[in-house]
């Protein structure tokens, strides 16, 4: 969850237990509130996986308020589930949606045939969050947005990049720091971050581990961090 001001931009709600109704895959902790609680202007959907793309939070929250973004296989399941057409937005890999005073431009993933990451632009501070996404060289396309922090997946299993990968990937953008991402939800799906923190420290690279449930103001992170390898 992003807040760029007056518009909070949510990316990849999952808010249900729906993994473990398919796959048994349970929740290692508890959704912060319920689908319907979900306050936002836009939502992101960087592929149609269930944890990314999850139905049984996205039909409970309110079509008439927000707007839906993502890729065409994402467009495809919203238009499913219902959501009218005036409400959804097309961010495929290249495009870009404004929102309010920022900007969320769509970036090469390697995970599903049209799946993204994204790069979301606000204050002079770009974030850059790969989504699912095997290492490939093509994420480095990002780095025209010259990203200052980077969040990304660390698991290594299921389509993703392990610790090792995503260190080098923040190595290779210059980031002012980088935060791992997709560990900690499912016990068959996760790593432990700090190997991600000791793998920074000798690429010279600050990393930050941010607790579950909690806000954060992106310049804090980057400040705590400044001078530290």
Known sequence: MFQL????????????????????????????????????DMIVCTHDHMDHLDEETIKYTDFSRILYAGPDSCIKHYRAIG?????????????????????????????????????????SIACYLVGDSLYDERLLEAGRYAPDV?????????????????????????????????????????EDPEKFLEELQIRGIPGFIVEYNRPYRINDIINSVKGRK
Not at 8 to 36: H, I, K, W
Not at 166 to 174: D, H, Q, R, V
Request: proline content about 5%; glycine content about 12%; charged content about 20%.
């Open 150 to 190: 980077l969040l990304c997946c660390i698991n290594g299993k299921l389509g993703n990049m392990n610790y090792l990968e995503a260190a080098g990937l923040a190595e290779k953008l210059g980031v002012k720091v980088a935060i791992p991402c997709h560990y900690g939800m499912f016990k068959e799906n996760t």
């Open 83 to 123: 959501i009218p057409g005036e409400r959804l937005i097309s961010l495929n890999i290249g495009q870009s949606v404004g929102i309010g005073d920022g900007v969320i431009h769509g970036v090469y993933a390697a995970h599903t045939q049209d799946s993204i990451g994204v790069v979301i632009e606000y204050d």
């Open 5 to 40: 001001g007056d518009k909070t931009v949510v990316v990849d709600p999952y808010l249900s237990n729906s993994v473990a109704e398919a796959d048994g895959f349970e929740r290692m902790v508890p959704a912060p509130f319920s689908p319907q609680e979900l306050k936002a």
